[in-house]
């Protein structure tokens, strides 16, 4: 039986140990500082979109796409997935002169996930839209789940496949062992191991300068608002083409406002702070595009602390100093959807040395230049 260590209980840490326990031959433990889904898996929009993604990001969100479809027989629960469809609305005709590039870029690389559609169609699929809205991109069967329920159901089920999560254990040290193995050092315990994967999220670049290697990945602090629970208006999740924003009405009512607006961040302490500014700003875009929540009561806010790359796609590979470590992080605010098949990637890495699913394009090595 071979040991395998995973260094953070978010989710896509919980994604990679679920896979890899459920290979054959595995024995796998998952070291989380805190409590799983503390920072940002368990406080995220729970975007499970395609639309808009990077163009080196779309396979692996195709991918991830088909196992939110059935996500239910993957980990025992639906997570609250509701494939109301993603919406990005263009509020000029620049914007959608914009939106239509995109579109044709997409296309050709072969994807037809992502269509223009006119002002009608946007009136139909949001009949509470502003009127200057002139069109929008949408994908369809994009949708949203629930995040901190997301993280539940993938521990529950690594841990029906025999994985051990233990929390509250901060890693201080990985080195190599004379027997080839790596040895994972805790304040309670050392773990010896022949493969660990570096899944800390916004601390995931300490782990890796403990392995002697320099990533490039700092933090982001994005906001999020909800509101008062209001009558039925909206289903798919929108945002808008120029400016930052993401808009979603839960099945309760309550509107749920982010789209990256910053707070404040010290992951030294791992604390994170609102800025009232920067969130008021959130809300009145809001207000514009849907004047049904002007004046409607904030009823919470947060932060959190998630990492963000310089290219904001995530460095997913193995070690090029610590052979036997393999990184999945910096996922830069939109790692929620890929998760499931980031996931079974990066578990088909350590347990294979190799794997089909499209990762290719998310070494470190593209940061030499």
Known sequence: MKRAVVIGGGLHGLSTALHLARMPGWRVTVLERRHVGRHSSGVNAGGVRRLGRDLREIALSCVAADMWQDIEALVGDDCGFQPGGQVKVAESEADLRQLEKRAEQVRALGWTHEEVVDRAEVRRLLPAIAPHVVG???????????????????????????????????????????????????????????????????????????????????????????????????????????????????????????????????????????????????????AELFPVVAGARIVRTWTGTEARTPDEVPVIGESRTLPGLFHSFGYSGHGFQVSPAAGAAVAELMARGATNLPVAPFTQARFDA
């Open 136 to 286: 929008a991109l949408v994908c369809r069967d994009d949708g949203s789940a629930d995040p901190m329920r997301t993280v539940m159901a993938f521990r529950r089920a690594a841990q029906e496949a025999g994985a051990e999560i233990v929390e509250g254990s901060s890693v201080t040290a990985i080195e190599r062992t004379a027997e080839g193995t790596i040895r994972v050092v805790t304040e309670e315990k050392t773990w010896e191991a022949e493969r660990v994967a570096n899944c800390a999220g916004a601390w995931a670049t300490t782990i890796a300068r403990m392995a002697g290697e320099e990533i490039p990945c700092g933090v982001k602090a994005s906001m999020m608002i909800v509101t008062e629970r209001l009558p039925p208006f909206c289903t798919p999740t929108v945002g808008p083409t120029a400016r930052a924003l993401s808009f979603k009405q839960t099945a309760s009512g309550t509107v749920v406002i982010g789209g990256g607006h910053q707070g404040l961040n010290d992951p030294a302490t791992e604390t994170s702070t609102v800025l009232f500014g920067n969130l008021a700003h959130a809300a009145r875009i809001a």
